[in-house]
C-alpha cells in the first residue's frame, strides 16, 4: 500500500480558528495509516509577485504540497471573498503548478447562514485555473458554525456526517489518481 498523507490548509490565522477546529474534525475521519498535518506559517508569505524568488516559507509550502497525496481547505469568508493570506499563497503555486492534479477537497465556513458561499465560489475558480483534481463532491459550505462547535470540536452531528464524507471523498479521488 502507498502511503498516504493529507496537507490542511486554514485560511485564518487566528488561534482558535473555528477553520482550523474544522480541518481537524475532518482528520479523524481519515483512516489510521493516512498522516495529516496542518501547514503552519501561511501569514509569513511575502506578497506575491512574479518577479520574486521562492524563499522559506513558500518553498516550505510548496514542498508540503508536493509531498502530499491530498490537500483540503478551509477557509473562512472575509468581505465577500477569499482571505488575502490564503489567496496570496495560492499565487505563489501558480508558476510552478503544485496544485496541478493534485486530489484536493475544500469547506468554507462561517458564523452567518450564508455558510461563506461568496468564498467558496472565489476559491473554486481559482483552483480551477490551478488545475487540481476535484468532483462534484469535494466543496461543502458549512453556515452557522459558531453553534456547530463547543470546546474547540465540531458538536453537530450533521457537521461531522458531512466532514466524513469529505474525508472519504477525498481518499477516493487520492485512490483514483495512486491507482
Ligand atoms: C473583517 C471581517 C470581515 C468578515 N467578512 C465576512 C464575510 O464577508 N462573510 C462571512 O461569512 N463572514 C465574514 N466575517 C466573519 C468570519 O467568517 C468569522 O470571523 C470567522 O469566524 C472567521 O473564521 P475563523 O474562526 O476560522 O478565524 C468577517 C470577519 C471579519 C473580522
Not at 8 to 32: K, V
Not at 36 to 45: A, M, R, S, T
Amino acid at each position: 500500500m502507498n502511503s498516504i498523507h493529507i496537507l490542511g490548509i486554514s485560511g485564518s490565522l487566528r488561534a482558535d480558528s473555528t477553520n482550523t477546529i474544522i480541518l481537524n474534525s475532518f482528520q479523524e475521519h481519515l483512516p489510521r495509516h493516512v498522516t495529516f498535518e496542518i501547514f503552519q506559517g501561511l501569514g509569513e508569505f511575502p506578497h506575491f509577485s512574479p518577479e520574486l524568488q521562492d524563499t522559506e516559507p513558500v518553498t516550505r509550502f510548496k514542498n508540503a504540497i508536493q509531498q502530499a497525496s491530498g490537500v483540503i481547505i478551509c477557509t473562512p469568508e472575509y468581505a465577500f471573498g477569499v482571505p488575502g493570506t490564503l489567496k496570496n499563497a495560492l499565487d505563489w503555486t501558480v508558476g510552478t503548478g503544485d496544485l496541478n492534479d493534485k486530489p484536493l477537497a475544500v469547506i468554507s465556513a462561517s458564523p452567518l447562514n450564508s455558510g461563506g458561499d461568496k468564498a467558496l465560489a472565489s476559491i473554486l475558480l481559482t483552483l480551477t485555473a490551478l488545475g487540481a483534481k476535484r468532483n462534484e463532491h469535494s466543496a461543502l459550505s458549512i453556515p452557522n458554525i459558531k453553534q456547530k462547535i463547543r470546546d474547540g470540536k465540531v458538536t453537530d452531528s450533521e457537521t461531522i456526517s458531512l466532514l466524513k464524507a469529505q474525508a472519504e471523498n477525498l481518499m477516493e479521488l487520492i485512490s483514483s489518481v495512486q491507482g
